[in-house]
């Protein structure tokens, strides 16, 4: 893989990324990780490393669902309205040219 090496600190642990995303995104990621670990230290009684990742794994993770969830609901919406908006349209354009060709023919 090519790209550039990001050097970022996470649980005071330095860490060289190699990435082709914009180093300022991968330091705001490696950020966003450090805090999330430290909200799962602050929740645990004990300090392995090892266990605070995971915790801190599975609250990123049930963020992750609960996004996914919540856009495939706003997705449904979107569709549901639009098909509705379709509806309308082809209705209307329907009586137009209903009533146009009423006129035309007197």
């Not at 993770?61 to 449904?76: I, K, T, Y």
């Amino acid at each position: 893989m090519s790209g550039r090496v990001v050097h970022v600190d996470v649980q005071g642990q330095k860490y060289a990324v190699r990435s082709e995303l914009e180093p300022a995104y991968i330091a705001e990621l490696a950020n966003y990780v450090d805090q999330k670990m430290q909200l799962a230290a602050g929740e645990l009684t004990t300090s392995d490393s090892i266990r605070v990742a995971v915790i801190a794994a599975l609250n990123l993770a049930d963020e992750l669902f609960r996004v996914r969830a919540a856009s495939a609901g706003l997705e449904r919406h979107v569709f549901d309205r639009t098909a509705e908006i379709e509806r309308l349209v082809d209705a209307a354009l329907g009586h137009a040219a209903h009533t146009s060709r009423i006129e035309n023919v007197g």
